[in-house]
């Protein structure tokens, strides 16, 4: 389908464009930019007028809760969350039920996934049998089924051996390995270790929770030689130790979650259960921390974590209730309170959730590596199309996720969100259009 996006100001951080024109489509891919020859016929136009015409935004964490969670969120639900919030690729990691540690399995979530032309989905392979930390899984046969890196989602190795034989294996054939940094044994609390956690009487997780498990992987990595991409850093003192291993010239790469780079433990208030989330929310030094080394380089890409939790789970004493929250529809939005509050130009903070995860990713995305993320004439037509005036309240109910807890909800923070998606286009195909658009 031929389509026309005329009248948008055309923002690509890869190669710096930030200037107005237009952008022709064909065939899934983007014809040309700026200027379009006298003789495309488009079969739509899209009036873009005082819009930003991006690449497609680029999750590195989406848990989209199918296999197995499907009371939490299905396939559609969260895909179609994901194109509401511009998001054109995401990653979901491989703790569904069940795990994403056999072929059959990677390949039906993708099959689904392409058939709903809704977000390009990556998922991770599990890097042991069942995430139990014991068996490695049959990586070579995961990755020609479409995993583009193998992960442990929430549950550590306990046995370092192990994670050493691993990360041996995953550098012997270029595999990433993803890992959040967190010690099994230490990281066992419902808030941070503090003054928040002593006071209101929660077992509390200490930064040594994290920078252990850092300080092993870091190790490791020097010694086997692997990649590892950390998830959803949270503290200062971890941010210190990544700046450390990359001025040494580790291959190591790193995300921040949305709700570590925008909330401290103060906001879980009275027992909140919103604000029950893994990691768990830390002091402001680390907040600061967050965000100063996200816009430094030093953190990689700003990530949704998105994991709806249904109202059973979620309603319950905060040290009970279920971890998690939605996000894949705030992830624009926050990137650009962020990028706004750090004094950042619009295209460096696109860059965090669209280049810079793309480079994370690099060759395992295959033939979408030479133009994801990016606004280039002959590149893949994902694009996400905002107005970066608006503003929004972020009415729960109204989210399309299936997941509709978020500490975001205007009602708890009393802020209204800035930028608001009006168009998706994955592939050339409009995936999602505001009905404001």
């Not at 068996?135 to 442990?152: N, Y």
């Amino acid at each position: 389908m031929k389509i026309l996006i005329k009248g948008g100001r055309l923002i690509d951080p890869a190669s710096g464009r930030d200037e107005p024109g237009d952008v022709a489509i064909a065939a899934g891919r983007i014809l040309t930019l700026g200027r379009v020859p006298a003789d495309f016929q488009p079969m739509r136009v899209i009036d873009a007028s005082g819009c930003i015409v991006a690449p497609g935004l680029v999750d590195l964490a989406a848990r989209l809760r199918e296999p197995g969670h499907e009371h939490e969120g299905m396939l559609e639900s969260e895909l179609n969350a994901a194109a509401a919030g511009g998001v054109t690729s995401l990653v979901c990691p491989p703790d569904t039920d069940p795990t994403l540690d056999e072929p059959g399995l990677v390949e039906m979530l993708k099959f689904r996934a392409r058939k709903l032309s809704l977000c390009r989905l990556f998922p991770l392979g599990a890097l042991t049998r069942g995430l139990a930390g014991e068996v490695l899984t049959e990586m070579a046969e995961l990755t020609e089924a479409g995993c583009v890196g193998f992960s442990q989602a929430e549950v550590p190795i306990l046995d370092t051996l192990a994670l050493q034989r691993a990360l041996q294996y995953a550098a012997t054939f270029g595999y990433t390995v993803w890992l959040r940094p967190q010690d099994g044994w230490l990281g066992k609390g419902v808030a941070a270790s503090g003054a928040v956690a002593t006071r209101l009487g929660l077992s509390g997780v200490p930064v040594a929770a994290e920078t252990v498990a850092m300080l092993t992987i870091i190790e490791l990595v020097r010694s086997t030689g692997a990649r590892v991409h950390l998830c959803r850093l949270s503290s200062a003192a971890g941010v210190a130790l990544l700046r450390a291993a990359k001025a040494e010239g580790l291959p190591l790469t790193a995300d921040v979650s949305i709700n570590s780079l925008h909330l401290t433990d103060v906001d879980i208030g009275f027992f909140n259960p919103a604000m029950r989330l893994t990691p768990p929310l830390r002091q402001g030094a680390d907040r600061a921390a967050l965000r100063a080394a996200l816009a430094d380089g030093t953190i990689d890409a700003l990530v949704s974590d998105h994991t709806p939790v249904d109202e059973d789970a979620k309603n319950l004493p905060f040290g009970e209730a279920e971890p998690g929250a939605t996000g894949l529809e705030l992830l624009l939005s926050l990137a650009l309170k962020w990028g706004a509050d750090s004094g950042l130009s619009l295209a460096s903070t696109l860059a965090r959730v669209t280049s810079d995860p793309v480079r994370v990713l690099g060759e395992s995305l295959g033939s979408l590596s030479s133009s994801a993320g990016q606004l280039v004439a002959g590149g893949v037509a994902d694009l996400c199309i905002f107005d970066p005036d608006a503003t929004w309240r972020v009415t729960p109910q109204d989210l399309a996720s299936q997941g509709k807890h978020t500490p975001f909800a205007f009602e708890a923070t009393g802020f209204a969100l800035p930028g608001r998606v009006r168009a998706t286009l994955v592939a050339g195909t409009v995936a999602y259009e505001s009905a404001l658009a």
